[in-house]
């Protein structure tokens, strides 16, 4: 399973950021899709995530309200809005994949088995 996120990078505080996230060698529709971010010096906490269909999901208590997860399972893909940013947003953000086999994502509702390589996001102050 080989997840790609992209869309990371520079923006100020209060700025926005869209992620994506698409697999090149699996589709995604029949997982549980979401992401996963990793702070300087922190361990990877789970974010949000989407169910197969996209009428479930789930966000960390941080990013409610200012974070917004969706799926195109027509075109393979995740997105991550990201608004409102601020520098503790600041991470890898990495997606993620799982189903209902997989184990629950450390303190989230988010059950992971994959993940991928991430993309930086950085908020300045």
């Known amino acids: 399973v080989q997840l790609q996120a992209s869309g990371g990078g520079l923006v100020q505080t209060g700025g926005s950021l869209t992620l994506s996230c698409t697999a090149s060698?699996?589709?995604?529709?029949?997982?549980?899709m979401g992401w996963i971010r990793q702070a300087p010096g922190k361990e990877r906490d789970g974010v949000s995530c989407?169910?197969?269909?996209?009428?479930?999901?789930w966000y960390e208590d941080s990013v409610k309200g200012r974070f917004t997860i969706s799926r195109d399972n027509a075109k393979n893909t995740v997105y991550l809005q990201m608004n409102s940013l601020n520098p503790e947003d600041t991470a890898v953000y990495h997606c993620?994949?799982?189903?209902?086999?997989?184990?629950?994502?450390?303190?989230?509702?988010?059950?992971?088995?994959?993940w991928g390589q991430g993309t930086l996001v950085t908020v300045s102050s």
């Open positions: 060698t699996f589709t995604l529709d029949r997982y549980t």
């Open positions: 989407i169910s197969s269909e996209g009428g479930i999901t």
């Open positions: 993620a994949a799982g189903d209902m086999t997989s184990p629950r994502f450390g303190n989230s509702r988010c059950q992971f088995s994959y």
